[in-house]
């Protein structure tokens, strides 16, 4: 059919966005840029479809999150006329796993599966895994560790032991183990009638491989389907849209930016979105450029640094705003005067920018260690949405116990804490250690001695030779490391699947203690920098917002600060393929993209790292683009 233009509404919209919203072609790929209106766009498109007679019941929107979808919907029934806002409750509208649990109650008969069937949370798969773990088994991960390992190999569509090799290779002595778990794990709900949220892609996904009516319901149920940020969705997600949408093709608009598909790590991958044209050979291309976010130098470097992908469909980012100034890299001597110079230019900037205005984005998590010890010393509140403060970590506290009972053996807390990272020691048996310790008034050869079972006693007897062995060093970074690599590394590595990323922030913290005489003089700065007040601010509820790049994208800052922006820290140095090192291009995209007004790069010249100091390379993403995209600047300090 013809779309018609009602009432001239869409000419609220550029000339980019009306292309889209009134397209009449069957299949629509929108390559929607940072910062375009992509949000604005799908919500004309929706409300376009149904003020021209297309009825909301034959819509679906797929998005990510039911927030983004509740509001592009609440949208919607802002552009339509009130005789037709409640009509869009008939929608299908939610995330792949809502619309998912909606098709399988009502196909619950074809798929085996009760009508009744009950969604179980992470608490609850946490609950079964331990259930169906027996007490005798290897090592095995932690139940959360184990939920990564399903999930993955679901929106991959691989089997455990693929998956394990593919994203999980420290966990490949337990294969397994773990296949026979995640085995048990799946009869165990399916004998309950309970799903969880991978489950409910699955159901979904097999129900269309496998009943040809089924998917010619879903064809003549949804006239249109519209998928939003495309360039997230995993190897299941697409093969649901696609048994839905092809042959015969059903109206489908996709929304995505190639240049923002940063998760493959979760199963995302970015050949859906670039290969879209391979699948729909007839698709419609049209691009978003036109940016409202940010400033014209902002954008001439986000493009210089796409101009080096091969993996894009070539859009070029067009400013709508005025210069305020030029992006700026700033090199500073260490890892110290990195934190102080952030801090003391946000000081700055807070006379013109409100600190909520303001974020600090990096590309792992142990990068901001400095930064938030400095912002806390300065008394500046901040907020870290990449996950847990560094020192609240699990495995930092682990190792911060272990150095408080080499100082004061009497601390019950860190003491029990401490043994229960052994072999053989749960609660029950710290305990009536903590007794014997306190009696002894503290640790020594006689805990050897306590009556144990021989599993215990074995463990007991492992924490006494490396609490002896810490005791003889003096260095605390000497101390640290001795205690991660003499056995923590190997806990880090049998529990959890981001065992990687707990070694950097232990190895980030090595680093960060070199600058401390001793332990006390260590723990003393913990305790006291943890009970800073914010107290130059008062009672303000503005927060600095501390995050990955990863946990930034979809928002956006008056002023961004991008630290560590060293090559081996950004691309990370563990990415060498060339799809690899495209995703941390992407990455470097997103973080510049996230600015608005100002955007400071910031590196450390030299740090100190595995045991001796290094001399970094700024960031080859920023060796890619023109020197006349930003400016630089040596940052130096007064010793006082």
């Keep these: 059919?013809?779309?018609?233009?009602?009432?001239?509404?869409?000419?609220?919209?550029?000339?980019?966005?009306?292309?889209?919203?009134?397209?009449?072609?069957?299949?629509?790929?929108?390559?929607?840029?940072?910062?375009?209106?992509?949000?604005?766009?799908?919500?004309?498109?929706?409300?376009?479809?149904?003020?021209?007679?297309?009825?909301?019941?034959?819509?679906?929107?797929?998005?990510?999150?039911?927030?983004?979808?509740?509001?592009m919907?609440?949208?919607?029934?802002?552009?339509?006329?009130?005789?037709?806002?409640?009509?869009?409750?008939?929608?299908?509208?939610?995330?792949?796993?809502?619309?998912g649990s909606r098709i399988i109650r009502q196909f619950s008969e074809q798929l085996n599966v009760s009508k009744s069937f009950t969604i179980i949370d992470r608490e609850d798969q946490n609950y079964i895994l331990k259930e169906v773990s027996d007490d005798d088994e290897k090592k095995i991960p932690k139940p959360q560790s184990l939920i990564e390992v399903y999930s993955l190999a679901t929106n991959t569509q691989l089997k455990t032991y693929e998956a394990i090799d593919q994203f999980f290779p420290h966990f490949a002595v337990m294969a397994e183990e773990?296949?026979?778990?995640?085995?048990?794990?799946?009869?165990?709900?399916?004998?309950?009638?309970?799903?969880?949220?991978?489950?409910?892609?699955?159901?979904?996904?097999?129900?269309?491989?496998?009943?040809?009516?089924?998917?010619?319901?879903?064809?003549?149920?949804?006239?249109?389907?519209?998928?939003?940020?495309?360039?997230d969705t995993s190897k299941i997600q697409s093969e649901i849209v696609n048994f839905i949408c092809k042959d015969p093709?059903?109206?489908?608009?996709?929304?995505?930016?190639?240049?923002?598909?940063?998760?493959?790590?979760?199963?995302?991958?970015?050949?859906?979105?670039?290969?879209?044209?391979?699948?729909?050979?007839?698709?419609?291309?049209?691009?978003?450029?036109?940016?409202?976010?940010?400033?014209?130098?902002?954008?001439n470097l986000a493009n210089e640094v796409t101009a080096s992908d091969v993996n894009k469909y070539g859009k070029v980012l067009q400013p709508t705003k005025r210069d305020i100034e030029k992006p700026a890299l700033y090199v500073c001597r260490g890892t110290r005067e990195q934190?102080?110079?952030?801090?003391?230019?946000?000081?700055?900037?807070?006379?013109?920018?409100?600190?909520?205005?303001?974020?600090?984005?990096?590309?792992?998590?142990?990068?901001?260690?400095?930064?938030?010890?400095?912002l806390q010393r300065m008394r500046i509140p901040f907020e870290v949405r990449s996950g847990l403060r560094f020192f609240e970590q699990a495995h930092i506290k682990d190792i911060v116990s272990f150095l408080r009972v080499l100082v004061n053996p009497l601390d019950e807390l860190s003491l029990k804490r401490t043994l229960q990272l052994f072999d053989g020691i749960g609660k029950s048996v710290s305990a009536e250690i903590w007794g014997f310790v306190k009696v002894q008034k503290g640790i020594n050869d006689n805990l050897t001695k306590f009556k144990l079972s021989k599993k215990a006693a074995e463990g007991i007897k492992r924490f006494t030779g490396i609490y002896k062995s810490s005791l003889s060093k003096d260095d605390p970074r000497a101390v640290v490391r001795f205690i991660y690599k003499d056995f923590y590394k190997e806990i880090l590595k049998t529990a959890y699947d981001d065992y990687e990323r707990r070694c950097d922030d232990v190895e980030a913290f090595i680093n960060f203690i070199t600058r401390f005489k001793n332990l006390a003089e260590l723990l003393s700065e913990l305790a006291l920098s943890s009970y800073v007040s914010a107290e130059r601010f008062g009672d303000s509820n503005e927060r600095i917002v501390c995050t990955t790049v990863h946990q930034a994208k979809g928002l956006e800052w008056k002023v961004v600060f991008i630290i560590w922006l060293v090559d081996g820290k950004l691309p990370d140095a563990r990415s060498k393929t060339e799809e690899e090192i495209s995703e941390e291009r992407r990455l470097f995209y997103v973080a510049s993209t996230r600015a608005q007004d100002r955007l400071y790069m910031v590196m450390p010249a030299a740090s100190f790292e595995y045991g001796g100091f290094k001399i970094n390379r700024v960031s080859r993403f920023l060796e890619e683009v023109s020197e006349s995209c930003y400016e630089k600047f040596s940052i130096e300090f007064d010793p006082s």
């Excluded at 600190?355 to 998590?365: D, F, G, Q, T």
């Design 73 to 99: 919907l609440n949208r919607a029934t802002v552009l339509l006329p009130e005789s037709f806002r409640d009509s869009l409750n008939k929608l299908w509208g939610g995330t792949f796993h809502h619309a």
């Design 1 to 71: 059919m013809a779309y018609k233009v009602l009432n001239g509404y869409v000419q609220e919209l550029n000339e980019q966005q009306r292309s889209v919203v009134t397209l009449d072609d069957r299949v629509i790929l929108c390559v929607a840029g940072a910062g375009t209106g992509k949000t604005k766009t799908l919500t004309h498109r929706v409300a376009h479809l149904v003020r021209n007679g297309i009825s909301p019941s034959s819509i679906l929107m797929l998005t990510f999150t039911n927030k983004a979808s509740q509001e």
């Design 339 to 374: 934190a102080r110079f952030v801090v003391e230019r946000i000081l700055e900037l807070n006379k013109n920018y409100s600190l909520s205005e303001i974020a600090v984005l990096y590309r792992a998590h142990h990068h901001s260690i400095d930064v938030q010890l400095e």
């Design 249 to 299: 093709p059903t109206s489908l608009l996709i929304v995505g930016d190639e240049m923002q598909s940063i998760y493959s790590f979760r199963g995302a991958t970015v050949d859906n979105i670039i290969r879209f044209q391979e699948v729909y050979k007839d698709a419609v291309v049209r691009k978003l450029e036109i940016n409202y976010r940010s400033t014209p130098s902002i954008l």
């Design 178 to 231: 773990i296949d026979s778990i995640l085995n048990k794990y799946s009869q165990f709900k399916r004998e309950r009638a309970l799903l969880d949220f991978d489950d409910l892609l699955f159901y979904w996904w097999s129900l269309l491989k496998n009943h040809s009516e089924a998917v010619a319901w879903h064809k003549n149920k949804f006239l249109h389907v519209l998928v939003d940020e495309y360039q």
